[in-house]
């Protein structure tokens, strides 16, 4: 596959879909504009001029959090930011994926970029090159409350600045140290103030909650091509996809789904349904469940954006007076609340498709197909179960998306002999995201196999299905074998994951997406 196009980092905001394709694997560069060169330096410089007239600067002549008042003697001021780097090196847990790492310093360059940082431009250009070069960081997942920013997690990014602790290259792991040695380059000596600009900051919530935002967005118009599969195969009412009831109550998401179902299921309103005249909520409601996801994915994007694309330490120095402003930009209270919010929007999705799987499932509820969607004929279909444990599967993956929902902001604690006695807590939420992000899609690749053989049963029964519904189940077909013998499906499973995230969809459904969903335009 061709490496993505390159991005270049310099005055203009980063957005979503850049910093997703940095994680894919785009490559990037600093804009070469000189007066965006010369602005990058300017923090740096006015703050060693301030600090050359002896001037007093948190994190700089200071102990940090409540060491604040502890007075550094200038003649240990330069070996507080790889002290800082260092003691921070406590992080536990699984190590982000390379994919994730590289989100992460994307996120992180575009806040240095601002010019309130007071890094030096060549910090800046070797983070640069590393990630260009696809030298990332091995990050552990744990550690941080969200406020002074992601402290613990980005010390592993100034760690492999200096030439410290690991790195992977190329998909292996190696010590920083080596790969600096093996690409030539000196690894750097930190300026004051620099590791605590590189590590004081919300960016690894941020990168997080992009990648969870990009995946969400994603299964919108999966989980609608979905509901339009089982609607059809159940042989359900289209009606309850007509526009007119969702001008009725004019939110634009439930407005946006009910769309993309009634075409999928190309329905014109016309004479009265001769079926049962309403189907059950986790049809006819799924546009009012999803729809609150979709109507949310504009707000959710700003705020990230904006958290994305702005600085995020502490002090902010002033580029043009040199003054320090000492606050509390790292503190993650935005990114946190789009992380805990969507953890709960996307968790009700997997629960929506869980309930149509047990719809399909039952012969109670699922209008004449086999119980389970056996698909097994002959004398010895009892000895065959067809989807009796895929059912039971989606529901515990369901019940764990659902169980992560709880707002991580609410557990925040005081932490740092009680300087940090309020935190954000906002990258567990991010990681809980993705996690439910993860879980949901699982659900959805496991309820589009069942959707698929649903549709098979109802046409071998003599019935009918659009032309959308027979795409769908024949791109589903592509990853995975109708089923009718007992057999295992871990792979049907992932074989649908990698097509759920790798987006070879039919081409409405990529049409729909590509034509607002992704841009943040309101649907």
Partial sequence: MAKPESISLGPAPLTLEQVLAIAEGAGVSLDPDPAFREALGAGAARLAERLAAGERVYGVTTGFGESCVTEVPAGEVSSLPVNLMRFHGCGTGRIFSPREAAAIVAVRLASLTRGWSAVRPELIERLTLLLDRRVLPCIPAEGSVGASGDLTPLSYIAALLVGERECSVDGRIDSAAAVHEALGLTPLSLAPKESLAIMNGTSVMTALCCLALASAQRLCRLSAAVTAMVSDALD????????????????????????????????????????????????????????????????????????????????????????????????????????????????????????????????????????????????????????????????????????????????????????????????????????????????????????????????????????????????????????????????????????????????????????????????
């Fill in 236 to 523: 359900g009412n289209p009606a309850h996809f007509d526009a007119r009831i969702f001008a009725a109550k004019p939110h634009p998401g439930q407005a946006a789904y009910a769309r993309w179902v009634a075409e999928d299921l190309a329905y014109t309103p016309g004479p009265s349904f001769e079926g049962r005249i309403q189907d059950r909520y986790s049809i006819r409601c799924a546009p009012h469940v999803a729809g609150v996801l979709l109507d949310a994915l504009p707000w959710m994007r700003q705020w990230t954006e904006t958290e994305l694309n702005g600085a995020n330490d502490n002090p902010l120095i002033d580029p043009a007076s040199g003054e320090a402003l000492h606050g509390g930009n790292f503190y993650g209270g935005h990114a946190c609340f789009v992380a805990d919010s969507l953890k709960n929007l996307v968790a009700n999705l997997a629960d929506l498709h869980d309930r149509q799987m047990a719809l399909m499932c039952s012969g109670v509820t699922n209008n004449g197909l086999p119980e389970n969607l056996n698909g097994r004929s002959g004398p010895d279909r009892a000895a065959h179960h067809g989807f009796k444990a895929m059912q039971i599967a989606a529901s515990a993956l369901a019940a764990e998306a659902l169980k992560n929902t709880m707002p991580a902001s609410v557990f925040s604690r005081s932490t740092e002999c009680h300087n940090q006695d309020k935190v954000s807590m906002g990258t567990i939420a991010a990681r809980e995201a993705l996690r439910v992000v993860e879980l949901s899609e699982q659900v959805l690749a496991i309820v589009g196999l069942a959707a698929a053989q649903a549709v098979d049963l109802r046409v071998r029964a003599g019935g009918s299905c659009t032309e959308r519904t027979r795409a769908m189940r024949d791109a589903i077909r592509r990853q995975a074998a109708f089923v009718d013998v007992d057999r295992r499906q871990d792979g049907d499973i992932a074989a649908m994951l990698q097509w759920i995230r790798g987006r070879e969809w039919p081409a409405h459904l990529v049409a729909d997406l590509d034509s607002g969903l992704a841009s943040g335009a309101q649907p």
